[in-house]
């Protein structure tokens, strides 16, 4: 029940007189007591109202849910992009030791080559030059 503050009832006395300001307090208590009511049902249509706006901006368990659903799919994509870039590192990988491989067999070869072709030289210039058949003998005569 609403209560109307004593100055206000003086207030009324003494400007209306008594009977009159009874009347007008009386009116004046049951208008608040609406009021009153009214705000009461007011109260849980702007809750009801507010609990809405909230949803409608705020991030429920739902919502929550579904990005982080989104979200692992997407980290699925991505780790299956991973796995075939991975798989293709490996297949280029293995494509460059192959290569080098036979690059090094080829080496071999020329170095061999180059051995022979050395040698050769070395025995074309000993046996061509007089000087040098000299000096070996004496070289081995030295080395005894």
């Known amino acids: 029940m609403a209560t109307v503050p004593l100055e206000l009832y003086e207030l009324f006395e003494e400007k209306l007189g008594k009977e009159k300001a009874k009347e007008a307090i009386a009116l004046v208590e049951e208008a608040l007591e609406t ?27 739902e919502d929550v849910l579904l990005v982080k659903e989104e979200l692992l799919g997407e980290i699925g994509k991505l780790e299956q992009k991973i796995e075939t ?31 022979v072709l050395i040698y050769v030289t070395l025995a074309t210039v000993i046996l061509m030059n007089r000087g040098t058949i000299e000096y070996l003998v004496n070289l081995i005569k030295m080395m005894k």
């Open 85 to 115: 870039v991975h798989k293709e590192l490996d297949q280029k990988i293995e494509t460059v030791r192959q290569e080098i491989e036979i690059v090094r067999q080829e080496l071999k070869g020329e170095i061999k080559v180059l051995r």
């Open 35 to 61: 009021i009153e009511e009214k705000a009461k049902e007011q109260k849980t249509v702007i809750k009801a109202e507010l609990r809405e706006e909230l949803r409608k901006e705020l991030a429920t368990k």
